[in-house]
């Protein structure tokens, strides 16, 4: 293939795993921004989305559609009710203590992992896409769902966007985030609010798994990679920033998609991974962080 | 004697961890005046004005507003019961606009537009500056707004932490004429303060608070007739 | 460290080790066996604690430094046919060479950012080692033959596969190591290191160079990590990628905030804990990484700070 | 003779302003020198550019004739720049005994002997009379006592220039008289640089006094002709009850 | 060893694990006529088994059917009678799909449960993580992996793999079907792990004898989870994609390869690693259709199936479509699992060779099992024939060519056992034992 056409396929794959990187990365973000919470569970909950959105749409007979889109608004709402009792039972608990809540999100991962492995089962299980419409290029196909899922995840990332910067609840979770103590000086009562931000980032993170799923598959050890990238892409991005966040998912979705034109695929992980880490080493405070905190 | 009373402490313990910070405090803010706290550093001022937010768990002792025990409540609903807190060095959302710091304190007691008018007309300096990040305000402007937040409350009873600490003098004016304007609105004020000019010019009575309790209250004319007690508890002359 | 007397603490560490000693002689042999493998992974808690615990640097790319020691000792021998000690020597170098690397790019950073600095840098050495995998065997590893796990002494040698001997190497390591440590904790240098956790700024403005003091706690904590990863290779005779892997990065924190992080003795416990919760859980039940999570979270609730950690909080607080 | 400390045109900007603004300044061994003036006037910024906490955006600093605008904090530290915070930064969890170690062990050279250290803490501690708070967490002393043991970490630096930044905030009256003796003492073998709002220590103490305005110096000489500085009176005190 | 045997916690151990299994073994050899002698009752223990199984992490599809089919293995076992007139009993541990937690279960195995033998690995990385334990502890060590390492003789004489084929024979048992059938010219996509290897280095020489070359290799990291920007490196002239991906994300691939072609695809030849335990009708696979792949055993019932593949797929519980009896989304991993069976009649057969009495005769028993040769068809081996080369410890059998046709996987070619061999690389036997 020649070079220009193989361009613009990878960029479109990075584009894809850059819309669904940031909307994961999105709920990572908001859960380590307001509580200081490093959530190692959170890829177990992504794992959850996934495996809701097999069960629900497996459940729902008629056009795959119609499953899909019962899974796009109730698998979300299932996570979130699991991140709620989680955080009620456990994080609060242990008020936030960054070391306890890493044990603990350690221990989280475990029994989600568990818990998916014995109802669910080891098995990659496929969902099928809504619609599946074959885009052809001139030099490939192209799958239009790949397609929709960016726009899905543009969309969501607007939303999610208006309701923090332009919403009664989206300033509550601001401020929160900038001074909880201060805050609860003014009404918000921040012990609500830390379990509201939980739960929304669990479902952020089940979201972006409906909306993969019917590309990848649902599977009980999938949540461990988009972690590390989402942490990745939280930090780099430059913490609490919203902007940053989305920059720097697609800035890693791009560079994996693009560098991996020019070299074999494991030396292209080996360099982009590489020039990640040399940007923070260099810009430590990430790309859109203030330079102290 | 208590309808008199906007605020009555009594017998306040308060730890930091395993230090104790507040022995037995007792304190009492009259309706409409303005009560000055005055004491050394660590001496428990900055303590006494978290402790009636409810950000610091008092171990004993009470806080009553207007009748209404403000103990027992978890910190944010302090506030909804109409005490506003000015903390020290302002702490703004400093990542936020003017607006949206102003909005958060409407929200606390469901203010409306009509108040947030009211407060603007109070700092019509803030009126400019809507859209700007608070954290890029000047000293003063923080100030303002940090005390526009607080009276977005519409409070009975406000507490004011040093808010005249690292400002220029021409601020520290308009900080003191704003407080004035407010006690002959009626709001009661607790204000922490380290000079004694600043005392001297809004309050009408002074508590000495050292190691935790509160040493003596006096009215502020006595005060002007005696500075020895400020001497005596602040070793300022 | 309240108590500046060292008799305390130093009578503990000994009789620590004497226990181990004694316990070769009594344990069964699966007991026997398991408990070389973890005196082995606590050397590995314990270098990780020195950085965390001590200097309060959270790193999630341990694994690198485990797995240096690991390929360094390993493919030494695999390759080079060399002897037990040269390559044990080249473990530890290689350690030593890659936390220096690290340490001055990383340090660079702090907080949450070195954390992912260092996840990152692992995930890079994670890759190369697929990468090379003509050298290094790639994700199936390689084994260590067993003929080469002899250590010699002219006419006599000690077979490293047998398994008294294989314990007692396992506890020569730890016991120096588990010393070691404690005396860095104890020493002026260790007393930089707290300083440099609890407030840089102020170290600094002490005339501390804490930038310097920082490169070298990670060198030393990366060595002792390598050494581990030497050590297990040349005893246990399989090096493979699955040790450079980000579990394994987490698996050492884990170890050491469930023993209680800057304490000497914790990542032990911590290790200890860990594998006889899996080990004793899995008997009993294939769905045991429930039983293990829902026992993370009960720790973590009733020991916040680690068992040690808490331990020394609430009762014993000579405990270094 | 030689200035033991002088800084040329030095400023610092933070964003937009001027926290110390072109700063001619010089002092001479051996003597006590307060610097005053108002909150936000930059005399934090000030030592802090000196003690190399932060950077100058422009200008140098130089003591004892060698120039030490590039250098870091800790080696100006290492020759002879002691600073002492502002707000008390002691290790809190620390014991007062292992706070004052860390400074003492940096100065000996032996490198070896834990009896030098010894010895070194407990005559920093004597002479800030916290000597029978060897092993209480320094988290657990009084605001006052913390003051001091910052007092106590500086001293043990063996500093040929002392910086005390507000020492005094929050001093009982009592402590505040032990103090200005400390001080007195400090100085017989170092210079002390100091930042005090409690005029009446400063008076006692200072040989020369500097005040500083809007990250300017408004006015430089000895307690007398600065009391008598109008224009100082105006900045500064303010009305005085 | 020299250790006092006073204080012996195993033995406690064993007794909590196995207790309730102990008490009723008990009872009954109380009760059952002729039980005078303890010699007798220890001639009549049972022979343990450790099944070193992959319950969680990346292998615990197959794990589960491993499981299914051993337990159907030893269930025909112990009803004919067991092993030397003794019945056999499996111990279970998982070992994560790890393998620095394989080689301790292989010690658990050894000196908790003081198991005869460990089997049933699959994951070649655990196999050689495991294999220095089980060379040590001088524990027979029988795994079902398919990768060349055992036969490489890089390991030891202690591990065997009796019960499939490996790699290396499988790619050159097919290769003069592929270059006579699908193309000469083919583009190889694998995993950049160990599996893949095998694939990357046996493939190209065993094609060349054949005529036809691999013009293009691309190993894919296994880290990812999406293969679409890989494909552009496909050469435009490829006339076969050779295809192996392993793991969870293979579905993905021939769903994005289906995207990137769509019909004009070159021929596909995959091996069905890639879609064990995955149903063949999942929504996206249509794209497979007419494409070809290797099978160990057959998934799919085939007219021909002899009496023995019947029983044994009764006996393991897969219907026609190779998924589980009741529950026809459970599929099962076919084309591998008949190796536990297999390899079971292999350890039975080698027991009795060697009179095994106990742990003691571990070396009477590898000595047995290297002397085996041949394994006919029938029963206790229903994939088909066998030969055994005891000098590299492996198994070489034939192999199934089966095209995918109205969402069935049907045979269309069997290769020969000769067609697999090659050169032994090493001799285990002249190692001490």
């Given at each position: 293939m020649h070079f220009g056409p193989h361009l613009l396929l990878a960029a479109l794959e990075g584009l894809v795993t850059s819309a669904v990187l940031a909307l994961m990365a999105l709920g990572l973000s908001l859960v380590f921004g307001v509580m200081r919470v490093v959530n190692v569970a959170h890829g177990e909950f992504f794992m959850l989305?996934?495996?809701?959105?097999?069960?629900?749409?497996?459940?729902?007979?008629?056009?795959?559609?119609?499953g899909f889109l019962a899974a796009l608004v109730l698998a979300p709402l299932i996570v979130g009710a699991v991140a709620l009792f989680a955080e009620r039972l456990v994080l609060r608990r242990l008020n936030y203590n960054p070391e306890a809540t890493i044990v603990a999100t350690i221990g989280m991962l475990y029994i989600i992992q568990q818990l998916a492995l014995t109802f669910y089962g080891p098995e990659a299980r496929p969902v099928e896409p809504p619609f599946s419409y074959r885009i052809l290029l001139p030099w490939f196909g192209y799958s239009g769902y790949k397609l929709s899922v960016i726009a899905a995840s543009a969309l969501l990332l607007a939303a999610t966007w208006f309701v923090l910067t332009r919403t009664k609840i989206g300033l509550i979770m601001r401020a929160t985030q900038y001074d909880s103590e201060t805050a609860q000086a003014f009404g918000i009562p921040v012990d609500r609010v830390y379990a509201g931000v939980f739960a929304l980032g669990a479902m952020l993170a089940a979201v972006a798994a409906v909306l993969i799923v019917p590309i990848s598959q649902a599977h009980y050890l999938m949540g461990q990679d988009p972690l590390l990238l989402s942490f990745i892409v939280v930090i780099i991005g430059g913490l609490g920033s919203l902007r940053g966040t989305l920059v720097a998912a697609v800035l890693i979705g791009l560079s994996d998609g693009i560098i991996s034109v020019f070299f074999s695929p494991t030396l292209a992980k080996i360099i982009a991974t590489l020039l990640v880490a040399m940007v923070l080493v260099f810009r430590p405070q990430g790309l859109f962080g203030t330079a102290s905190r | 004697m208590t309808e008199t009373r906007a605020l009555t402490i009594s017998g306040l313990d308060c730890f930091y961890g395993d230090v104790q910070v507040l022995y037995g405090l007792d304190l009492a803010l009259n309706k409409g005046e303005v009560l000055c706290l005055f004491g050394r550093n660590g001496a428990g001022k900055t303590t006494t004005l978290k402790a009636i937010m409810g950000l610091i768990p008092s171990s004993a002792g009470s806080i009553r507003l207007d009748g209404e025990e403000l103990t027992g409540l978890p910190a944010h609903e302090v506030p909804k019961a109409g005490v506003a807190y000015v903390p020290q060095g302002r702490r703004l959302f400093a990542e936020m606009t003017v607006a949206e710091n102003i909005e958060i304190g409407l929200m606390t007691r469901n203010k409306g537009k009509a108040t947030r008018e009211n407060v603007l007309d109070l700092f019509p300096l803030l009126r400019q500056r809507l859209r700007q990040r608070s954290g890029t305000l000047s000293g003063g402007e923080q100030q303002m707004l940090a005390m526009a937040r607080a009276l977005c409350l519409e409070p009975?009873?406000?507490l004011l932490d040093e808010p005249t600490e690292g400002l220029m003098p021409s601020m520290i004016a308009k900080i003191r004429e704003t407080v004035a304007k407010l006690r002959v609105s009626g709001v009661s004020t607790i204000l922490v303060e380290q000079r004694v000019d600043a005392v001297l010019s809004v309050a009408d009575r002074v508590s000495f608070i050292e190691n935790g309790r509160n040493r003596e209250t006096v009215d502020v004319e006595q005060l002007r007739a005696d500075p020895s007690a400020v001497r005596r508890y602040v070793g300022v002359g | 460290m309240k108590d500046a007397s060292p008799a305390k603490p130093y009578a503990l560490h000994l009789g620590v080790i004497a226990l181990l000693f004694a316990l070769s002689f009594v344990l069964p042999d699966y007991h026997h066996g398991l408990l070389a493998r973890i005196m082995v992974l606590a050397v590995f808690a314990m270098g990780y604690n020195m950085l965390f615990g001590y200097v309060g640097l959270l790193s999630l790319g341990h694994a690198m430094f485990f797995s240096a020691g690991l390929y360094g000792a390993g493919l030494a021998v695999i390759h080079l046919g060399w002897s037990v000690p040269a390559a044990f020597a080249a473990g530890i170098l290689c350690g030593a060479a890659l936390s220096l690397v690290i340490g001055v790019l990383a340090l660079r950073t702090s907080g949450v950012a070195f954390m992912i600095v260092t996840m990152m840098f692992a995930q890079v050495f994670y890759l190369v080692i697929l990468y090379f995998a003509s050298w290094t065997g790639g994700d199936q590893g390689m084994v260590v033959p067993q003929p080469a796990r002899v250590l010699g002494f002219g006419a006599t040698s000690l077979d490293l596969t047998n398994p008294t001997v294989r314990y007692m190497s396992a506890l020569a390591l730890f016991s120096t190591v588990l010393l070691v440590t404690l005396a860095v904790v104890r020493s002026r240098y260790g007393r930089v290191l707290v300083a440099i956790r609890e407030n840089e700024e102020r170290t600094k403005m002490l005339g501390y160079d804490t930038f310097s003091n920082k490169l070298a706690a990670v060198v030393i904590s990366g060595t002792i990590c390598a050494a581990s990863g030497a050590a297990y290779a040349l005893l246990f005779g399989y090096v493979g990628s699955s040790f450079a892997s980000v579990q394994y990065s987490i698996l050492p924190l884990l170890w050491v905030l469930l023993g209680g992080a800057a304490t000497t003795l914790g990542p032990m416990i911590g290790t200890l804990f860990m594998y006889?919760?899996?080990?004793?859980?899995?008997?009993?039940?294939?769905?045991?990484?429930?039983?293990?999570?829902?026992?993370?979270?009960?720790?973590?609730l009733f020991f916040p700070k680690g068992i040690l950690g808490t331990i020394r909080q609430r009762w014993l607080g000579w405990l270094p | 003779m030689m200035p033991l400390l002088t800084t040329k045109g030095l400023s610092r900007n933070f964003g937009g302003l001027r926290a110390v603004a072109n700063v001619d300044f010089a002092m001479m061994p051996g003597e006590i020198r307060a610097v005053i003036g108002p909150n936000g006037a930059g005399k934090t910024t000030f030592v802090s550019l000196v003690s190399g906490r932060i950077q100058p955006s422009s200008g140098m600093v130089v003591f004892d004739g060698a120039d030490i605008t590039n250098l870091p904090a800790y080696a100006r530290v290492r020759l002879g720049v002691a600073y002492t915070f502002q707000i008390t930064s002691v290790f809190a969890n620390l014991s007062v005994y292992d706070n004052v170690a860390l400074p003492v062990q940096r100065t000996l050279t032996d490198g070896r002997s834990k009896g030098a250290v010894r010895t070194g803490v407990m005559a920093a501690l004597e002479r800030t009379g916290l000597a029978d708070r060897t092993h209480m967490l320094a988290g657990q002393l009084s605001y006052g006592h913390q003051r001091l043991l910052e007092v106590a970490m500086g001293l043990a630096l063996k500093p040929r220039l002392l910086i005390l930044d507000e020492p005094t905030q929050g001093l009982a009256d009592s402590e505040i008289d032990n103090f200005i003796e400390l001080v007195r003492d400090i100085a017989r073998s170092a210079t002390v640089l100091l930042i005090e709002h409690n005029m009446p220590v400063v008076m006692q103490l200072a040989d020369r006094i500097t005040v500083f305005n809007a990250g300017k110096i408004l006015a430089e000489g000895t307690p007398e002709q600065i009391r008598a500085n109008t224009e100082v009176q105006d900045a500064y005190l303010g009305a005085t009850p | 060893m020299h250790k006092s045997k006073t204080f012996d916690l195993s033995k406690t151990g064993l007794t909590r694990r196995t207790a309730l299994k102990g008490l009723a073994a008990g009872a009954g050899l109380a009760v059952a006529p002729g039980f005078v002698r303890y010699s007798q009752a220890q001639s009549s223990a049972p022979i343990k088994i450790g099944f070193q199984s992959h319950r969680t992490g990346i292998g615990a599809a197959y794990g589960r059917w491993y499981e299914k089919t051993t337990a159907a293995a030893i269930k025909a076992i112990n009803d004919a009678g067991g092993i030397n007139g003794r019945p056999v009993e499996v111990i279970i541990e998982d070992d994560g799909t790890d393998p620095g937690r394989g080689a301790e279960v292989v010690g658990k195995f050894a000196t908790q449960h003081k198991t005869d033998i460990v089997f049933g690995t699959l994951f070649s990385h655990v196999v050689i993580g495991s294999a220095p334990a089980a060379g040590e502890a001088k524990m027979p060590y029988f795994v079902v992996s398919e990768g060349h390492h055992v036969a490489s003789t890089k390991l030891n004489r202690y591990v065997f793999q009796p019960g499939i084929t490996d790699v290396k024979s499988q790619i050159q048992a097919m290769a003069p079907w592929i270059a006579a059938n699908a193309g000469k010219k083919v583009t190889q996509i694998f995993p950049d792990f160990a599996f893949g290897y095998d694939h990357r280095d046996y493939l190209p020489p065993a094609l060349k004898a054949q005529g036809a070359e691999v013009i293009a290799q691309i190993a894919i990291p296994p880290t990812e989870s999406s293969f679409t920007k890989y494909f552009p490196q496909i050469p435009a002239e490829t006339e076969v994609i050779y295809h192996v991906m392993v793991g969870p994300a293979v579905l993905t691939f021939v769903k994005e390869l289906g995207e990137f072609y769509g019909s004009n695809r070159p021929q596909l030849f995959g091996f069905i690693d890639s879609l064990e335990a995955t149903d063949i009708n999942s929504p996206g696979l249509e794209f497979l259709d007419g494409s070809h792949f290797w099978e160990g055993s057959p998934r799919y019932a085939q007219p021909d199936d002899s009496a023995a593949q019947k029983a044994y797929r009764a006996a393991v519980g897969i219907d026609d479509n190779g998924a589980a009896v009741g529950d026809p989304k459970d599929v099962s991993t076919a084309a591998h699992m008949f190796g536990c069976w297999e390899t079971l009649y292999v350890v039975k057969k080698a027991m009795e060779d060697a009179g095994y009495k106990g742990p003691e005769d571990r070396a009477k028993l590898v000595e047995a099992t290297e002397a085996l040769t041949e394994f006919a068809e029938g029963h206790e081996h229903p994939q088909g024939p066998k030969t055994f080369n005891?000098?590299?410890?492996?198994?070489?059998?034939?192999?199934?060519?089966?095209?995918?046709?109205?969402?069935?996987?049907?045979?269309?070619?069997?290769?020969?056992?000769?067609?697999?061999?090659?050169?032994?690389?090493?001799?285990?036997t002249t190692q001490a034992l």
């Open positions: 989305g996934a495996v809701l959105a097999w069960a629900i749409s497996t459940a729902i007979s008629g056009h795959p559609a119609l | 009975q009873v406000l | 006889y919760i899996v080990d004793i859980t899995s008997g009993y039940t294939s769905a045991y990484l429930l039983i293990v999570g829902i026992a993370l979270i009960l720790l973590v | - | 005891g000098k590299i410890h492996q198994c070489f059998g034939i192999q199934n060519i089966s095209k995918v046709e109205g969402g069935k996987l049907k045979v269309v070619h069997k290769t020969k056992i000769e067609d697999g061999l090659y050169e032994p690389e090493g001799d285990y």
